[in-house]
């Protein structure tokens, strides 16, 4: 049974900073990949940056790049985002998500299985 369980959400003044982390457990076969997304009110859910376990390439979505950081610690099963400069913009519940044999490049466009219950991060002005 796979779970993923994220942290680290808050509020924050714009300019500040939070590390999200999300914690997986199950098993880990065919999962290469994992990514963060994130949905404001009133918004569609978009994607913010996916990573590869087994070598840590990372891919971000081009408003993302900058500020956001993914990483992962593999012996904790855990992936993180770290956000720097945070913006009102930024404010939104943030998701992390896999799905069995999806490569961290192709996470932003597809369909993805298995999501976290989601963390609140609002960024106040």
């Known amino acids: 049974q796979v779970r993923m369980v994220e942290s680290g959400g808050g509020l924050v003044q714009a300019g500040g900073s939070l590390r999200l982390s999300c914690t997986y457990t199950?098993?880990?076969?065919?999962?290469?990949?994992m990514a963060w997304f994130r949905q404001a009110p009133g918004k569609e859910r978009e994607f913010v940056a996916a990573?590869?376990?087994?070598?840590?390439?990372?891919y971000y979505a081009d408003s993302m790049k900058g500020r956001f950081t993914i990483s992962r610690d593999n012996a904790k099963n855990t992936m993180y985002l770290q956000m720097n400069s945070l913006k009102p913009e930024d404010t939104a519940v943030y998701y992390c998500?896999?799905?069995?044999?999806?490569?961290?490049?192709?996470?932003?466009?597809?369909?993805?299985?298995?999501w976290g219950q989601g963390t609140q991060v609002t960024v106040s002005s």
């Open positions: 990573i590869s376990w087994s070598d840590g390439s990372t």
């Open positions: 199950g098993s880990t076969f065919g999962r290469i990949a």
């Open positions: 998500a896999t799905h069995l044999f999806v490569t961290a490049q192709a996470m932003g466009a597809s369909n993805l299985r298995y």
